[in-house]
């Protein structure tokens, strides 16, 4: 099971930092990725992180401003949400499944568990 938290509402600009908490013995052999969703429009990828925390992927548009990180201690991953962007609601997912190329984060299709979700807006 994954658990969202952390989202909320911000100005253009601001910050949030969403966290995902993971139940199960086997968090710390998952990969794990955060998509986000605008009501009408297809789930896009933002970031993914291996299950050892070495490798990882961002979408072009949060390249340089999010940041991915795991604490497998703690079966939590986090993602830094900085100078957000565009007057918008979408809602972040959390994913998670083995996968065995780091080529795989940025695919949703690859990951067969995922969070309820956590609905972030920001405002101009």
């Known amino acids: 099971q994954l658990v969202e938290s952390g989202g909320g509402s911000v100005q253009s600009g601001g910050s949030l930092r969403l966290s995902c908490t993971a139940s199960?013995?086997?968090?710390?052999?998952?990969?794990m990725g955060w998509f986000r969703q605008a009501a009408g429009s297809e789930r896009e990828f933002v970031a993914g992180?291996?299950?050892?925390?070495?490798?990882?992927s961002y979408g072009s548009s949060v390249q340089g401003r999010f940041t991915i990180s795991r604490d497998n201690a703690n079966n939590t991953e986090y993602l830094q949400m900085n100078r957000l962007q565009h007057a918008a609601t979408e809602v972040y997912f959390c994913?998670?499944?083995?996968?065995?190329?780091?080529?795989?984060?940025?695919?949703?299709?690859?990951?067969?568990?995922w969070g309820q979700g956590t609905q972030v807006t920001v405002s101009s």
């Open positions: 994913a998670a499944d083995q996968l065995a190329l780091a080529s795989e984060l940025g695919d949703s299709g690859e990951y067969d568990y």
């Open positions: 199960g013995p086997s968090f710390k052999s998952y990969s």
């Open positions: 992180i291996s299950w050892i925390g070495d490798t990882t």
